[in-house]
């Protein structure tokens, strides 16, 4: 049993940046996905990024060219870099993970506020 632990959240002025980090506390076997998801006040929570273990990437629209997602896999980490931060980017951030037998992880969130 592990579970996911994010660190790096925090306040910023629009057109800073940011850089999450993910991983587990304890072992997680057989990790095949990782990423992140979002939720701001009174919106549903939605994907922002993942990644496969073999490096394949999926983002969403709203953060293409903005953010980047990476992953060391012999770490189980997975990292979020924010750049150009817009103050609609505001919301909790979860890190997610999935292993190989759909078994889903969740990590309980870390707060990103940008000002205008």
């Known amino acids: 049993q592990g579970q996911l632990v994010e660190s790096g959240g925090g306040l910023v002025q629009a057109g800073g940046s940011l850089r999450l980090s993910c991983a587990p506390s304890?072992?997680?076997?057989?990790?095949?996905?990782m990423g992140w998801h979002r939720q701001a006040p009174g919106k549903q929570r939605e994907l922002v990024a993942t990644?496969?273990?073999?490096?394949?990437?999926v983002y969403a629209t709203s953060v293409k060219g903005r953010f980047t997602i990476s992953r060391d896999n012999a770490k189980n980490t997975v990292y979020l870099q924010m750049n150009s931060l817009k103050p609609e980017d505001t919301a909790v951030y979860y890190c997610?993970?999935?292993?190989?037998?759909?078994?889903?992880?969740w990590g309980q969130g870390t707060q990103v506020t940008v000002s205008s």
């Open positions: 304890g072992s997680i076997s057989s990790i095949h996905n």
């Open positions: 990644i496969t273990r073999a490096g394949f990437t």
């Open positions: 997610t993970a999935r292993t190989i037998f759909n078994s889903n992880y």
